[in-house]
């Protein structure tokens, strides 16, 4: 596809979504009772007043909107090949559809179980091996590549990897900017990757998806007047998660470790926030709780170092995205330069582990870990402490001995 081509749609897309997402803003005494999130005692809620949850529809809207445009008046620009990415995009579009639904209907409802969700989650991957052949047939580990020539554990391992994308993405998502931020690095450094192996379908979706954030960013970063919620979290992992099975299944010489070290930040949260919650808690994996790295970064560095009045604490919110997106883009792009063998970005991922479990270690310790979890205010005399339940106190201590 010719750059202006590419330049093109890219602008299309990234003018829909800032007026679509201008719209939403703007419109939301008409809408605000079925698309805010009026819940702000929620534990994972960081959030001052009741804002809409529902910038996916922007995000989805506005890349359907880009496509119609350039297929009805950019057919002259457009070779063969650039016509048939564009389907290809399409097919991609009709595969997310499940996860998007079940997202945006929770984002309106509020009533969705989590299983209904990962159920969606699982199927629009399915749907994306069907229509695209979207199914990896390496992961650059001994034994499991052996299992990946049959073709069920194929499909099932990447609609599982898929889907645990897009849940890990809806993971991080909790202050202004940092889900976004992540998904415009991530989808930067795949892009990269595709340039580098003059891929022009990844690029393509790279380009989507980075101007369609971008258009949204404007209005949910730093001010927060606009959220993503669980439909624009879902498509965006959903999204960014195809483009890597897409370079994994179009370039066997691609390193799976060179992708994971890319998207090392939101597999990392997911993975061990499941091990914090089942081992160490005695919770159910998928319970919201405000342990996660990104919230222990927003109570113990920004509030304590950062904002130093309560009053002031809206404006501690956009200081979280600053603290942790430049070290996922300085990850990604190390991945991105010198990880394409396999030792070298295994080398990247070990260090992300241990980096996030050192950082997280640092800042669990610190005294009141209670009122971290139930976002409670500090007290500061022993005597006022009440007394945690059971399961509190022991996943305390086991996190305090480390």
């Not at 992992?237 to 799976?256: K, N, P, Q, T």
């Not at 270690?361 to 971290?372: E, G, N, Q, S, T």
């Not at 409670?376 to 402490?385: E, I, L, N, T």
Request: contains cysteine; charged residues 10%; aromatic residues 6%.
């Amino acid at each position: 596809m010719p750059l202006h081509a590419f330049l093109i749609i890219a602008l299309l897309i990234a003018t829909f979504s800032l007026l679509c997402s201008a719209f939403i803003v703007f419109s939301q005494d008409w809408h605000g009772k079925v698309s805010h999130d009026h819940n702000l005692d929620g534990v994972q809620k960081f959030h001052a007043a009741a804002v809409p949850r529902v910038g996916g529809i922007a995000i989805v809207a506005a890349m359907g909107l880009g496509l119609a445009v350039s297929a009805l008046f950019l057919p002259g620009l457009l070779s063969h090949a650039a016509m048939a990415d564009l389907g290809h995009v399409v097919l991609l579009l009709a595969a997310s559809a499940p996860a998007f639904a079940a997202g945006i209907i929770e984002d309106f409802v509020k009533t969705v179980s989590i299983k209904m969700r990962l159920a969606a989650t699982l199927l629009s991957p399915l749907l994306a091996s069907l229509l695209l052949g979207a199914t990896v047939k390496h992961l650059n580990l001994w034994g499991i590549d052996s299992l990946l020539t049959l073709a069920p554990v194929a499909v099932l391992i990447t609609a599982l990897a898929v889907a645990g994308g897009a849940n890990a993405i809806n993971m991080i998502d909790g202050f202004h900017g940092l889900s976004a931020g992540v998904i415009l690095v991530m989808s930067v450094a795949l892009g990269a990757l595709g340039l580098q192996h003059q891929d022009s379908l990844v690029v393509l979706l790279a380009a989507m998806i980075i101007s369609a954030t971008a258009g949204f960013l404007i209005f949910n970063y730093p001010s927060g007047k606009l959220f993503l919620g669980d439909g624009g979290a879902y498509f965006l992992g959903f999204w960014v998660a195809e483009m890597a099975v897409l370079l994994l299944v179009r370039h066997a010489d691609i390193s799976a470790w060179q992708i994971l070290a890319i998207c090392a930040y939101p597999v990392i949260e997911v993975l061990f926030s499941i091990f914090r919650r089942k081992y160490l808690n005695g919770q159910a994996p998928g319970q919201a709780d405000a342990l996660h790295l990104h919230t222990l970064v927003y109570r113990r560095i920004v509030l304590k170092r950062l904002v130093s009045s309560a009053s002031r604490q809206g404006r501690g919110n956009a200081f979280v995205s600053l603290l942790i997106v430049p070290p996922v883009a300085l990850l990604a792009t190390l991945a991105v330069s010198v990880g394409q063998s396999s030792p070298v970005s295994m080398a990247l991922v070990a260090a992300a582990t241990a980096a996030y479990i050192a950082l997280y270690m640092a800042l669990v310790r610190r005294p009141h870990l209670r009122a971290v979890a139930t976002r409670q205010r500090p007290m500061r005399r022993r005597s006022d402490v009440a007394p945690a339940p059971v399961v509190e106190q022991d996943a305390v201590r086991q996190l305090l001995r480390g």
